[in-house]
């Protein structure tokens, strides 16, 4: 069976607008109800990359009385750490304590409000950057395996500290082990791309038995300035396809 795993990166709005707007469910979230639906549709598994703060809120703030509602809907839907905010390159020369600090403090609000069965055993560091001390430091507080972005082959990009010799691997959807964590390349940043490229590009790598995909939470709000009002719809052809091409959602850790 050929899989594919699918992440969302750059996630918190969602989380404020459940607690500020005294939601009875978590699927009264416009968001989190559109997951739900290409779940029911695709058997889709989703995972939620979390900032700790934004202007106005941060995770110690979220409601945990959704915490059974996560529970029952851990086996599709889980969340895991990113970055502690929104800014460019937060981990690129930091050290192990302050990867530490941040990762401790996404995975502590996590396990309060939604629960273990929720916390993911990978993610995407934001701008995929870390010194070797930060690798350590994620793998010390439970992260396993790390997806992220290694350009191409004629514009290679240097992500977590990898030597090209490895990336270059990466890009040909290998899976690396090296400092004791799992490295995966994501294949597609869905975004980036109309509907039309997107499922293009998609083609070309119906030929792998594994891919990654990914996409970014803030395109899916009107107020957004890069707002893509077929954000849902996006989604829907591109698992369409790779479902009808013989793919299974999983996450990352169950390649």
Not at 213 to 239: G, N, R, T, W
Request: with cysteine; aromatic share 14%.
């Amino acid at each position: 069976m050929k899989k594919f795993c699918f992440t969302v990166d750059d996630n918190i709005r969602f989380l404020r607008m459940l607690t500020a707007e005294n939601a009875d469910s978590l699927f009264s979230n416009p968001y989190l109800v559109m997951y739900k639906r290409l779940h029911e549709k695709y058997r889709l598994k989703v995972q939620l990359n979390l900032f700790y703060e934004m202007p106005g809120f941060d995770l110690s703030q979220m409601t945990d009385r959704f915490k059974a509602e996560w529970a029952e809907n851990a086996h599709w839907l889980k969340l895991s750490f990113h970055s502690r905010l929104e800014n460019v390159d937060p981990y690129l020369s930091s050290g192990y304590q302050e990867v530490y600090r941040d990762c401790e403090a996404v995975h502590k609000e996590i396990l309060r409000f939604a629960g273990e069965q929720s916390l993911g055993k990978t993610t995407t560091i934001h701008y995929c950057r870390t010194t070797e001390e930060g690798l350590r430091a994620l793998r010390d507080h439970g992260i396993r395996g790390l997806l992220g972005l290694f350009g191409t082959d004629k514009a290679p990009r240097n992500s977590y500290s990898l030597p090209e010799s490895d990336t270059s691997l990466l890009r040909k959807g290998e899976i690396l082990h090296r400092h004791e964590l799992d490295f995966y390349s994501i294949d597609l940043v869905m975004n980036l791309y109309d509907r039309e490229e997107l499922l293009r590009r998609l083609h070309a790598l119906l030929n792998r038995d594994a891919l990654r995909v990914m996409i970014h939470e803030q395109y899916f709000y009107s107020d957004y300035h890069a707002y893509q009002p077929d954000f849902e719809e996006k989604l829907d052809h591109a698992f369409g396809l790779l479902c009808k091409n013989g793919y299974e959602s999983c996450f990352a850790e169950e390649f």
